[in-house]
């Protein structure tokens, strides 16, 4: 008989490393997701690769592809942030310590989220169907199948991975209500301006700090890549974020993008010293986007039940907050590990999620813990974890 496929749930970096992971141990699967495309919401921001991220990739990928992928990578030199005064351009003294942000050949190495998904969907292209909203799980005799918002269900699969985001709703079901996001209330602006905007800043990772309002610390964090700096067809991205309060969206509303977003986010940059200013004021609006920080428990990913037939990857297990640039390094460590469990046992086994999941805990835990001590310091958010507010659906 033929063997059940594996059920993803969301084509983010995780859920498409991990099918990467099952392509090539020939063990069938299926993905769904919610979204048109891939390419259907901006998918803007830089995601760092850490050493850890990139071990994990290079585990997953064949030689070959590996090499394609770490092609497209941006690298850029020198070891860490360095910070400067936003309103006055002065460089701050400590900038060049603290996080170490260096992976391979002491290069910084990036690359643009959307990008990272289509590199690591290659050859699973037939086996991911768009406009597949899941809501849920339910268990068979020997089996699960994937709920969709439509009502309808999914084929029988020896196994459901929820590795769709921090609004997992297969997070929630499978444990119960104890994988929890957090709504810090810090907010951020997503933005991108033609590489020429950012000829005064130079090659490097730059971090911008304005500590000049009454309201709270306004950041910005951008990575100046050395190659593309002449094309003007070419952008690159920033990333502002803000204390909470300090930025707000009409009615609260943080899925607006565009022109309201780039008002936003010139309005409170418009004292920067003009060094920065073409980063903002050169901004393509369209492009501008909000997003929340948002975290889940700081004191580590919660035990629950194991139930054998069901696990979670990446920001449905444990979301955390941008700093430390963590998120996506730890969700990689996810597909690999569980798909050299699967790739060893030739498919679903007793005992394997349990597996995944103790082995997950451990560094995942740690990571979450890390991103939110750097966030306390960074945009002064704190979680009280028995009365904080949740992250809404
Ligand atoms: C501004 C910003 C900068 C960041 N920078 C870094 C960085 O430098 N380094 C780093 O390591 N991390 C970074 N991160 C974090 C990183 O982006 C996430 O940790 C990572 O994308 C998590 O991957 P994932 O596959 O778990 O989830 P996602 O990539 O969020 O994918 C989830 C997928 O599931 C789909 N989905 C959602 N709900 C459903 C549903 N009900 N049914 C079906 N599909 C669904 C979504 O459409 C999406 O495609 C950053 C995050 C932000 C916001």
């Known amino acids: 008989m033929a063997q059940k496929p594996v059920l993803i749930s969301g084509a983010g970096l995780a859920s498409l490393l991990l099918a990467r992971s099952l392509l090539l141990s020939k063990i069938p699967f299926r993905v769904f997701e919610r979204d048109a495309s891939l390419s259907f919401r901006g998918q803007g921001y830089r995601l760092r690769l850490s050493s850890e991220g990139l071990d994990a990739i290079e585990s997953v990928l064949d030689p070959a592809a590996f090499q394609r992928f770490y092609d497209r990578c941006g690298k850029t030199g020198g070891s860490g942030f360095t910070g400067f005064d936003a309103i006055t351009g002065a460089v701050f003294e400590e900038s060049k310590m603290g996080e170490s942000l260096g992976s391979r050949d002491g290069k910084i190495v990036g690359i643009a989220r959307g990008e990272m998904r289509k590199l690591f969907m290659e050859g699973c292209e037939e086996f991911v169907q768009f406009n597949k909203h899941v809501k849920g799980y339910e268990l068979t005799e020997d089996g699960v199948r994937a709920i969709f918002a439509d009502g309808s269900k999914s084929e029988e699969g020896s196994l459901l991975i929820g590795g769709d985001g921090i609004k997992s709703s297969i997070a929630k079901q499978v444990s119960g209500g104890r994988l929890k996001v957090y709504d810090t209330g810090a907010r951020g602006i997503h933005g991108q ?13 730059f971090r911008l700090q304005d ?13 100046v890549r050395p190659n593309d700096m002449d094309d003007a067809n070419v952008e690159f991205g920033w990333t502002l974020s803000a204390m909470p309060g300090v930025i707000k969206a009409p009615n609260d509303d943080y899925t607006i993008v565009g022109k309201v977003a780039a008002d936003i986010a010139k309005s409170l940059t418009k004292d920067w010293h003009p060094r920065f200013k073409p980063l903002i004021d050169q901004m393509n609006e369209p492009e501008a986007a909000f997003w929340k920080i948002t975290c889940s428990t700081p004191s580590g990913v919660p035990e629950w039940p194991n139930e054998p037939r069901l696990t979670v990857i990446g920001d ?11 998120g996506a390094n730890t969700a990689v460590r996810d597909s690999a590990l569980l798909g050299r469990l699967l790739h060893e046992a030739g498919g679903y086994r007793e005992g394997l999620t349990a597996e995944y999941e103790k082995g997950m805990r451990v560094y995942a835990s740690e990571a979450v813990g890390q991103s939110y001590g750097m966030a306390t310091k960074m945009f002064k958010v704190t979680i009280n974890e028995a009365s904080h507010t949740m992250e809404a659906e």
Do not use: Q, W, Y
């Open 193 to 205: 301006a033609p590489t020429t905007a950012f000829k005064g800043l130079g090659e490097g990772v």
């Open 211 to 223: 500590d000049s309002k009454p309201t709270g610390r306004v950041g910005l964090i951008t990575n």
């Open 316 to 326: 449905a297990a444990h979301s955390m907050t941008p700093a430390g640039g963590l």
